[in-house]
């Protein structure tokens, strides 16, 4: 069924993009007046950004229209930079996201919209910092760090299709190269949640299962963000 629906909707992206023409057009670009050429439809990027790092495939079905399948994957750290209600935690991401975009250009310009799909398999794990006094602050109770001992949790969004929607800037340098920016998010719906302490009395035990529920269900882990940067090569 799975596959079915990635056909499905593989097939809905490209319907958007419409049917490539065959003659060289004249379009706006920031840089004003540029000559979009069907000789050279197809395009390589890399890219990297919350998601990971990898690249895509690009075809410019018209000026206004791309198809983009890509991947990112990969791993990533961040460390203390995370906030969940009060608490600190370093993040390991373990990336691994296949997608299909169409890029709309309303304007002709470097200006698009995506919509499109991805097929998710990311996980993300934490580990609790106490506060400068050596305190974890759980669920709006205070602990200390021997009645929690270590805190750590993952969160993951398995083997999901999901829907894409973002905005972004894919500026042409020159009539080979360009640079390519987007932010948005994929619609993943609550993720699994896990959140344990390695040396939790039976209160901080209860506070952890209470917060581990709050993230579980809250809607704002619905969404998964994107943000990346990246370079494109035409040919």
Known sequence: ???????????????????????????????????????????????????????????????????????????????????????????????????????????????????????????????????????YRIDGEKFNVSEVGTLTGKMSYKNDIVPYVGVGFSPAITTRFGLFGQVGAYYTGNPEVTLVGSNASAAAADAIANERRKIAEDDKYEWLPVAKLGATLRF
Do not use: C
């Not at 319907?15 to 050429?37: I, L, R």
């Open 1 to 135: 069924m799975k596959t079915l629906r990635v056909l499905a909707m593989t097939a809905a992206v490209l319907a958007v993009t419409g049917t490539a023409m065959a003659e060289d057009q004249v379009v706006m670009t920031d840089e004003g007046v540029g000559t979009f050429s069907f000789f050279k439809p197809f395009g390589v990027r890399v890219e990297g950004g919350t998601t990971g790092y990898g690249g895509a495939l690009v075809y410019s079905a018209s000026p206004k229209a791309d198809v983009v399948i890509g991947y990112n994957g990969g791993s990533v750290s961040w460390s203390g930079d995370l906030d969940v209600n009060g608490v600190k935690y370093d993040l390991e991401m373990d990336n691994n996201t296949t997608y299909i975009n169409a890029q709309l250009r309303p304007f002709a310009n470097s200006f698009h919209v995506a919509l499109g799909v991805g097929y998710t398999d990311n996980e993300y794990s934490v580990t609790g910092r106490p506060d400068g006094e050596g305190f």
